[in-house]
């Protein structure tokens, strides 16, 4: 499961990642952070692989 650790996400720009996610599973949230819709995303890592502030993380839940 890719989740977003808001803690490294700058949110304050509209996130590269909705344009890099090959099925369209990242969207913005009001305060600006990535949110990722579990039953769209495919878990191919894109994100994770993509996120210069590696704000993407995979975890195994």
């Not at 949110?11 to 769209?40: F, K």
Request: a negative charge; glycine letters at 4%.
């Amino acid at each position: 499961m890719i989740q977003v650790d808001k803690n490294l996400c700058p949110h304050n720009h509209v996130c590269p990642l909705i344009r890099i996610c090959p099925v369209g599973a990242i969207s913005q949230d009001a305060e600006g952070y990535p949110v990722v819709d579990h039953e769209l995303c495919i878990e191919c890592e894109e994100c994770v692989r993509t996120c210069f502030k590696k704000a993407m993380v995979s975890t195994d839940e």
